[in-house]
């Protein structure tokens, strides 16, 4: 039955035939029911979007990080042992109410990793000692109040040389290249392939076997980021989502072989590789860093 306006009144049986006016019945519920994209992310792709008060530790989490590698840049110089960075880490971090989420984290035997030169990630602080114009990458993941925040730095032993300039510097810039494609409307793919096209135009290469991560409610959530990849492809991006980008950088081949102690990953050809990290959040309008340099 229809009113004078054309439309459905308050108070007229409504068109759904159960006999109640329309007020006591569907009035108001025929609007689709709002997608709740959080339980779709959960059930397609096992990725927990971030609530505002998650974000909000973890960007707290993310700050430690930061305030850590802040105070380890300027500590790292030639006749250091990088078992020195490991303790600088795990004392500051556990000094201001974190906790260091590598030690013991699936049987790895410090707090921090500390990858020198070749060594493209997953280095075990100890006994080397740095030497003029090494490069090393220090990489911190700290748990606060029980969130976690991922981030990483190539510094400089001394004065780099020609090579070790570039391989850093196009590590830099790939995690840029990378950042830049993060908002919604993009996907996954989008991110690696602006990564592989900036760094192997560059006469680098990509590591494909270690890729960045969910992150935030623990250390390795859903999805993987891969570094390299192809546009469009992958997950959808959506706000909410905290990941890390990370690329590795090689200034030789990606190929890659792990040593004996099972972490320690280094470049088949024994060049040079570099990687710079942040976690990342996706937003409306496109991402922030909870761990900005
Ligand atoms: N922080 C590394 C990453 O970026 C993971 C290190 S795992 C460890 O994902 F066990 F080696 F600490
Ligand atoms: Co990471
Ligand atoms: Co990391």
Redesign the pocket.
């Known amino acids: 039955m229809r009113n004078s306006t054309g439309r459905v009144g308050r108070n007229d049986p409504c068109p759904c035939g159960s006999g109640l006016k329309y007020k006591k019945c569907c009035l108001g519920k025929e609007a689709p029911e709002p997608m709740d994209i959080g339980k779709l992310y959960l059930d397609r792709y096992r990725i927990r979007l971030k609530k505002p008060e998650d974000v909000e530790g973890i960007r707290k989490a993310g700050q430690l990080v930061m305030e850590t590698l802040r105070m380890v840049g300027p500590q790292i110089k030639p006749g250091i042992k990088t078992d020195f960075i490991n303790t600088l880490v795990h004392d500051f971090t556990l000094d201001h109410g974190g906790i260091p ?2 030690l013991n ?2 049987g ?1 035997p410090k707090s921090v ?1 500390v990858s020198v030169n070749e060594v493209i ?2 280095g075990i602080p100890g006994e080397r000692m740095l030497e003029e114009g090494d490069i090393v990458n220090v ?1 911190v ?1 700290t748990i606060l109040n029980g969130y976690y925040a ?1 981030a ?1 730095m190539t510094f400089f032993a001394g004065e780099p040389g020609p090579d070790a300039r570039k391989v850093t510097s196009v590590a830099r810039r790939s995690l840029d290249e990378g950042l830049s494609m993060v908002r919604p409307g993009n996907t996954i793919g989008d991110i690696g392939w602006a990564i592989q096209k900036y760094a192997e135009g560059e006469g680098c290469s990509v590591v494909r076997e ?1 890729t960045g ?1 969910g992150v935030g409610l623990d ?2 959530e859903a999805p993987q980021v891969p570094h390299y990849g192809r546009r469009g492809h992958g997950v959808p991006l959506a706000p909410g989502m905290v990941f ?1 980008v ?1 690329p590795m950088i090689n200034l030789g081949d990606k190929a890659l072989y792990i040593l004996s102690d099972n ?1 320690t990953a280094v470049t088949r050809d024994g060049s040079l590789s570099a990687q710079f ?1 942040q976690t990342i959040l996706v937003t409306e309008e496109g991402c922030e860093s909870l761990t900005p340099y």
């Open positions: 989420a590598p984290y699936k790895f990793c990630c997953h990489d993941t991922d990483n270690y991560h250390f390795h890390t990370e972490w990290e």
